[in-house]
């Protein structure tokens, strides 16, 4: 048999009755929230980390937070003068200067986002064009790429990645990439099928994998011959 669950009064003095046992096992002796009636509520003031206006805050709250803000805007600005948001704690730690994959001028960047994305980096002109489709990126299909030549091309590589290796039944519907990166160009040799995580990886080092691509199909087609 399992352990009693008999009704106990709420500890608060509420006069409500509630199991004297969750689902757990665990003991309770509050209603949700009653506990909190019994705490008390005092506050206190003190002076905002930042600007030094004075605030209230719970005791409750003063024991636990270190540092205090009377909005977000202090709270940012402190964050930025304290060293918070310096150094490689800044997304923009160790800036430098490289070219632009697009039209060749300066552009910064952090180290770490150049490292990231293999050189691929563009100014902010340049990265509009990427986007609205210059270099394969965010741009509608055309009606050549239709289902029945998505779905030829997930058979001809046997609902395989080409990339990772994995199926189709492990990876979910595969995606049929552009080697080239135009979406124009829809002749099979340029279609390869791929996982939806290897396919994010293409986005960037893109001169890698059109190598790498191009060499799985000249590969294939030797073979055949």
Same mark, same amino acid.
């Given at each position: 048999? $399992?352990?009693? @669950? ?6 608060? #003095? =509420? !006069? &409500?009755?509630? %199991? ?70 800044? $997304?923009?730690? @160790? ?6 994959? #697009? =039209? !060749? &001028?300066?552009? %910064? ?117």
């Amino acid at each position: 048999m $399992g352990k009693e @669950n008999p009704q106990i009064k709420c500890a608060c #003095g =509420c !006069g &409500q009755l509630l %199991s004297q046992y969750d689902r757990r096992g665990r003991e309770r002796k509050y209603l949700p929230s009653h506990w909190s009636r019994l705490q008390p509520n005092q506050r206190e003031s003190l002076p905002c980390d930042q600007c030094g206006k004075h605030l209230q805050r719970p005791q409750h709250h003063i024991k636990r937070v270190k540092h205090h803000f009377c909005n977000s805007e202090c709270a940012g600005a402190w964050a930025t003068q304290n060293g918070i948001r310096r150094g490689a704690s800044n $997304g923009h730690f @160790n800036t430098i200067t490289v070219l632009c994959n #697009g =039209c !060749g &001028q300066d552009v %910064s960047k952090a180290e770490s986002l150049i490292k990231r994305r293999n050189g691929q980096v563009y100014c902010p002109s340049c990265v509009g064009l990427v986007r609205q489709g210059r270099k394969g990126f965010y741009v509608g299909y055309p009606k050549e790429f239709s289902p029945s030549l998505r779905t030829y091309i997930r058979k001809r590589d046997n609902y395989i990645c080409q990339v990772c290796g994995k199926a189709q039944s492990d990876a979910g519907t595969l995606h049929v990439h552009h080697i080239d990166y135009d979406k124009n160009n829809n002749a099979q040799s340029n279609l390869i099928a791929l996982c939806r995580v290897c396919h994010g990886e293409t986005n960037f080092g893109t001169d890698k994998w059109v190598a790498y691509f191009q060499g799985l199909i000249s590969a294939r087609i030797t073979l055949l011959k």
